[in-house]
């Protein structure tokens, strides 16, 4: 059958080698695992000579006004309370800002990457420092009143008098801010207004004396800065569209995450661009009924200058520059809107869908023979098709007109079960079902079936470690660093290494990326193999 050479059929799994599970206690250092989620809503900003603060719904946003760039994030990954935070105030003695939260208070070392948190009754609803004694400690306002938390302490004392009004620095609220910049009041409801006519509200504000900058949160865009002076104001953009990311495709020093459908909860859909230092975000959201609407993202592919979005109703082609998508169904020729799978195409792109194959170049879509299993996974080598269906695994070669069953899959009756991804690394094959893996030996066309050595869940998706040395699982939670030579896995698992339930993974060295029911996570290869990119 062209070049694929029959082989006998495999032994038992027990005569396999003896794998290793490399156990980990794993500490992160901060720019190991970084967290990207919905940083829309800023409950709470504040604002240093060197950094603005914005307190998020899910995370720590710190905004460098020197470089004018991103720190990154920090979230509850690192450490950033899981109560709602309701105040921020600058410190003005460190580069650290202190937060009130619903259950009490943090205080955040941007130098020493460090967090200090206690609780009061009923939380922190306000903060004050004394402007003639910064270093001694700062003013919490609670339930029962106001008390002073000396610096180190974690139990705040009673009865420290405030000091006089004129020494009290304190958190700047939305009504102040804009009585200081008419400019600003004047034009709020088009600062206030998204390109889809979509209004938001300020929330907090924020600003310092060396400048007339003012920083203002708002409950869906974000950070906006304001020139007190002139009319002008700059949208300090740093999030997803949504909170959950559904999956991933690499692009040049960077990825694509799709997701964010929360049409019900007010949310958002469509695809962000994330840099690998992730300096900043490009979320790129769909015209009005252009979007993906109530569709579930499956899949996600970046070609030709094109992004490809799977969905359960139909693939979406977007242009990433201008955000405009064009739909395919089943009145494109789709043999069914329930698509599950993409893969390049030497002239376009391989559309898996529940009932069958198509080809889409340029408008054209073309149905592919007559199988009609569903598709659940594909992967193109050359001008050949892997094809991972309901019914198992099979390919589609040059020329053919439907998948076929090579001689050594036929070998093996495990990869007749359904094969939910497909992936490669070097010139290894590698195909994934639902609770077991499959390696195909690229010397001897044979295959090995085994259970993974980690504890993933049901496996989702697999990524072909760039440039080479293992693939990359993901099950519901879980994902893994498969040596396959070395017979070795080395996992992450929820909630204690990633946020939540995993969704996809992609693989560019130094980065693993990792989509998650609560954002996109940036993982350093480095740290979870143990070995640097490309060695052995």
């Known amino acids: ?116 948190q206690g609780t009061t009754p009923g939380g922190v609803t306000d903060l004050l420092f004394d402007a003639a004694d910064l270093a001694s400690g700062v003013f919490l306002r609670d339930l029962t009143g106001w008390h002073f938390l000396p610096r180190g302490a974690l139990l705040p004392l009673s009865g420290t008098p405030l000091p006089p009004p004129g020494r009290r620095i304190q958190p700047l609220d939305v009504r102040t801010a804009l009585a200081t910049a008419p400019m600003a009041q004047a034009l709020r409801a088009l600062i206030l207004t998204d390109p889809r006519l979509r209004s938001y509200q300020f929330t907090s504000a924020a600003r310092t004396a060396e400048d007339n900058d003012l920083f203002f949160g708002t409950n869906g865009l974000g950070l906006v800065r304001i020139d007190g002076t002139v009319a002008q104001w700059e949208p300090l953009t740093f999030t997803l569209l949504g909170m959950q990311a559904d999956a991933l495709a690499l692009g040049p020093d960077g990825v694509w995450v799709a997701g964010g459908v929360a049409l019900g909860l007010g949310g958002r859909s469509g695809v962000t661009w994330l840099p690998s230092d992730l300096s900043s975000t490009t979320p790129i959201e769909p015209g009005v009924g252009a979007d993906f609407g109530a569709a579930s993202v499956r899949r996600l592919l970046a070609v030709g200058g094109a992004l490809w979005i799977a969905t359960n109703a139909g693939v979406y082609r977007m242009d990433p520059g201008t955000g405009r998508t064009q739909r395919f169904s089943l009145g494109n020729g789709l043999p069914s809107e329930d698509v599950g799978a993409l893969a390049r195409a030497p002239d376009g792109v391989w559309i898996g869908t529940a009932h069958g194959l198509a080809v889409i ?25 892997w094809v991972g269906s309901t019914a198992g695994l099979g390919v589609l070669l040059p020329g053919g007109a439907d998948p076929v069953i090579p001689a050594d899959v036929q070998a093996e009756p495990a990869l007749r079960a359904p094969v939910v991804a497909l992936a490669r690394t070097g010139d290894t094959l590698v195909a994934v079902l639902e609770d077991q893996v499959a390696w195909r030996d690229p010397s001897t066309a044979h295959w090995t079936v085994e259970r993974p050595r980690a504890t993933l869940g049901p496996l989702r998706a697999a990524a072909g470690d760039v440039p080479g040395g293992g693939v990359w699982l993901a099950g519901t939670i879980g994902v893994a660093w498969w040596d396959i030579a070395g017979h070795a896995y080395r996992s992450l698992t929820v909630p204690g290494d990633l946020p939540g339930p995993v969704r996809d993974v992609a693989a560019a060295a130094p980065w693993v990326w990792v989509a998650t029911d609560s954002g996109a996570v940036r993982l350093s290869r480095e740290a979870v193999t143990g070995q640097r990119a490309g060695r052995r």
Do not use: C
């Not at 900003?45 to 905004?63: D, F, K």
């Open 1 to 116: 059958m062209g070049g694929w050479i029959a082989v006998m059929a495999i032994g038992a799994l027990s005569a396999h080698p003896t794998i290793r599970l490399s156990a980990q206690t794993r500490l992160w250092r901060p720019e190991e695992r970084v967290l990207i989620s919905d940083f829309s809503v800023v409950d709470a900003v504040a604002a240093s000579p060197w950094i603005v603060y914005a307190a998020t719904r899910h995370g720590l946003l710190l905004y460098d006004r020197r470089a004018r760039t991103w720190q990154l994030p920090v979230t509850a990954l690192d450490g950033y309370p899981t109560a709602r935070v309701r105040t921020a105030l600058a410190d003005p003695s460190g580069n650290a800002v202190w937060l009130g939260t619903e259950t009490g208070w943090a205080r955040y070392d941007a130098d020493l990457k460090r967090w200090d």
């Open 361 to 385: 170049t340029g408008d054209h879509v073309v149905r592919v023979g007559t199988f009609a299993q569903a598709v659940t996974s594909l992967l193109a080598v050359g001008d050949t098709l």
